[in-house]
């Protein structure tokens, strides 16, 4: 007589992370600028601001509405970019201008939610362009991100084809839940927005990071975590086994990182308008 043998492994999990201010020190579109400059992608005028919008983005970063104008304005900006080219603009400085800024913390956290069996998914509302090579420095398994429609001729139409933002990244990681067969309930999750909160909601684990004002609220009203990352280090000089290649990446969106980076310049040249 055959026996039933019931499986009793537990669920898979995962730990999501936003990226920029969570596992990099900065917005990882506007590290770039001075790549996509040279590459003729945006003028002067704009690599110029670059600075001023980094310092908006660190300092206060940017709340709903701004985003959505930023959204708006990307949808005219990327237009006739080439797919190719923004992607061997990011392959070819991606080491000198990314690793210098990861934290170590971050890297540290990403290392042991491997070690405990954990899959690492990196969901930003930048794009694949960027994201991507990023997650598969620091050895995510997945990328969320926003995707851009791309032409027959290999170059962004304008339209926005999936935005990776707010109450969307939730709905990604849940999706991803359902393929993946992760346990939501004993997933985690790191942002540094409020804008993330739908996403820190959905998980069993949420962790503010470096948080802003508003999700550092949120996070001493419900009992959340709070840590304090501070300390970028070269993968290669802390945690060699990061800098290997990673587990097969798999895009759940992508887009063009690049977009971010002239909307936060534009939204940086609108506020400076504003003050004068």
Not at 4 to 30: C, G, M, Q, W, Y
Not at 85 to 99: F, G, S, Y
Not at 209 to 237: C, Q, S, Y
């Amino acid at each position: 007589m055959l026996r039933v043998v019931e499986n009793h492994s537990l669920p898979r999990t995962a730990a999501f992370f936003d990226l920029d201010k969570t596992v990099i020190a900065k917005s990882s579109t506007l590290t770039f600028s001075k790549s996509f400059y040279q590459g003729g992608l945006i003028n002067r005028r704009a690599a110029l601001r670059t600075a001023y919008a980094q310092f908006v983005f660190l300092v206060g970063g940017l709340d709903h509405d701004q985003m959505e104008r930023m959204r708006e304005y990307l949808s005219t900006l990327c237009r006739g970019w080439n797919v190719q080219q923004v992607k061997d603009l990011v392959a070819e400085t991606l080491h000198d201008l990314i690793d210098p800024i990861i934290y170590d913390e971050a890297a540290s956290l990403i290392e042991r939610h491997h070690t405990a069996g954990r899959d690492v998914v990196i969901v930003s509302t930048s794009g694949a362009e960027v994201v991507e090579p990023i997650g598969e420095l620091l050895g995510a398994d997945r990328v969320v991100a926003t995707r851009m429609v791309v032409g027959d001729d290999g170059c962004f139409t304008g339209e926005v084809e999936y935005y990776a933002y707010g109450p969307t990244k939730a709905e990604a990681i849940k999706e991803l839940a359902e393929s993946e067969g992760y346990d939501l309930a004993r997933c985690y999750a790191y942002s540094d927005s409020a804008t993330d909160l739908p996403m820190l909601e959905a998980v069993g684990h949420p962790h503010a990071v470096n948080p802003d004002r508003t999700l550092r609220r949120e996070a001493l009203a419900r009992g959340w975590p709070i840590l304090d990352f501070h300390r970028p280090v070269r993968l290669k000089k802390r945690l060699p086994t990061l800098s290997v290649p990673p587990r097969p990446t798999l895009v759940a969106a992508a887009a063009i990182g690049a977009v971010a980076t002239a909307g936060l310049v534009w939204y940086a040249s609108r506020r400076r308008g504003s003050v004068a």
